[in-house]
């Protein structure tokens, strides 16, 4: 494609023009030294009642990086569901700039679709004020270049409920009616101790925030490790919500976190049944086939503004080829 000069954003520029932070330490760091993430800022609902986002077949594109686990689980619930005809998707470089996500993985350096260099021109463009992060998974509508929705807790929930129509036969209920109070309880715990626990250790400025989030993480580690030593999945026999957010923090810990954020009490491979687990996830068609162990790598060990890490060396290992060993796993399904 030719790409124009309007098109191609001068970082110089933008920096000057935009009040949007490139880094967690900017905001959300508390003065305890622990680490608060922010808050969404664009969080209408997808939905048929007024003032909610149309769901319509090829309005929007999802713009994710693959070293983010927020916006990787929309991937692979978007995949899961069959939405990729649906809902385009725009991949940002997973190497995070002083200036943001960056589109240089694509031709001319700026996303095809959107036209845009940086994930936070779209984030200018819905909100010409917004000081925050501009961060992924980020739903722009296409025809006006503006982010409309980046609700990480809330995006997959919308793909497995309202966006049903365009749902592929035979999708899998991730979000069972019967299961969703349950789901969304075991999702805050999750999240807050797991997803973001992991950060809450990394991104720690004192020993007492840091050993405190450490203690919380192994906590819901060990007691997970409990749940899954006699059923398959979070919820028995079959794959929900809750399950692709685990996975995505699981599947990055000793690729990343277990260094980079020092979560080394142990390693996930050191887990019998959340290895397994995690494995037989991985080895599920939506999984595995969007999880890309290079680009995790070096999204947090080059990145900048993500830990201090001024070489920028990429750790050669540790060896993924485990993952795609036998889990058995299928042996704990009651039918």
Not at 177 to 188: P, R
Request: aromatic content about 12%; overall charge negative; proline content about 5%.
């Amino acid at each position: 494609m030719s790409v124009s000069k309007e098109q191609l954003s001068n970082p110089i520029d933008l920096k000057k023009e935009s009040k949007i932070a490139t880094s967690e330490a900017i905001h959300e760091i508390q003065g305890d030294g622990s680490f608060r993430r922010q808050k969404n800022r664009f969080t209408t609902p997808f939905g048929d009642e007024k003032g909610e986002l149309p769901v319509e077949a090829g309005r929007y594109r999802l713009l994710w990086a693959p070293i983010c686990p927020w916006a990787h689980r929309s991937v692979i619930v978007r995949k899961l569901l069959g939405l990729e005809d649906v809902i385009s998707l725009g991949t940002a470089n997973p190497i995070r700039t002083e200036y943001g996500w960056e589109f240089s993985l694509d031709e001319g350096g700026v996303d095809p679709v959107l036209g845009i260099r940086y994930l936070s021109e779209v984030y200018v463009n819905a909100d010409s004020e917004y000081a925050g992060r501009a961060t992924v998974p980020a739903v722009v509508d296409i025809q006006t270049k503006k982010v409309v929705n980046n609700d990480y807790f809330k995006l997959t929930n919308y793909l497995e409920t309202v966006w049903s129509p365009f749902h592929k036969q035979d999708a899998p209920d991730l979000y069972p009616e019967n299961l969703q109070k349950e789901i969304d309880e075991l999702n805050e715990v999750i999240f807050h101790d797991i997803n973001n626990g992991v950060y809450k250790c990394g991104f720690a400025r004192s020993q007492e925030a840091y050993e405190k989030a450490y203690d919380a993480l192994f906590n819901r580690l060990d007691e997970l490790e409990e749940r899954l030593s006699n059923q398959r999945y979070l919820f028995g026999d079959y794959i929900t919500d809750s399950d692709v957010r685990l996975y995505v923090t699981l599947a990055r810990f000793d690729v990343a976190y277990h260094t980079a954020f020092k979560t080394n009490r142990n390693r996930l491979i050191d887990f019998e049944n959340l290895w397994g687990y995690a494995r037989d996830l991985y080895q599920t068609p939506g999984f595995g086939d969007t999880t890309d162990f290079e680009a995790i790598k070096k999204g947090y060990f080059a990145s900048a503004n993500v830990i201090e890490n001024p070489l920028k060396i990429i750790p050669k290992g540790p060896d993924v080829s485990g993952w795609n060993t036998p889990h058995h796993r299928e042996q704990l399904s009651s039918n």
